[in-house]
């Protein structure tokens, strides 16, 4: 991701930046369940963890 000019300036200003609460590095369930178990528990409790995805007809 780039900044803009600040980033060739400053390289690690962007590892400085905080997160906002919203975006993180978790991005499957494998991690989800390594980082929040009862989180990962709670959402595999209603949805199932399978090969299915949503297809435009």
Avoid: K, Q
């Avoid at 000019?5 to 991005?27: F, K, Q, T």
């Avoid at 528990?41 to 209603?46: C, H, K, M, P, V």
């Amino acid at each position: 991701m780039r900044v803009g000019r600040v980033d060739r300036l400053c390289p690690g200003y962007i590892e400085s930046i905080p997160g906002n609460g919203i975006h993180d590095e978790i991005n499957t369930r494998a991690e989800l369940r390594e980082h929040d178990r009862p989180l990962h528990d709670l959402i595999a409790r209603y949805f199932a963890d399978d090969a299915w995805r949503p297809r435009c007809p």
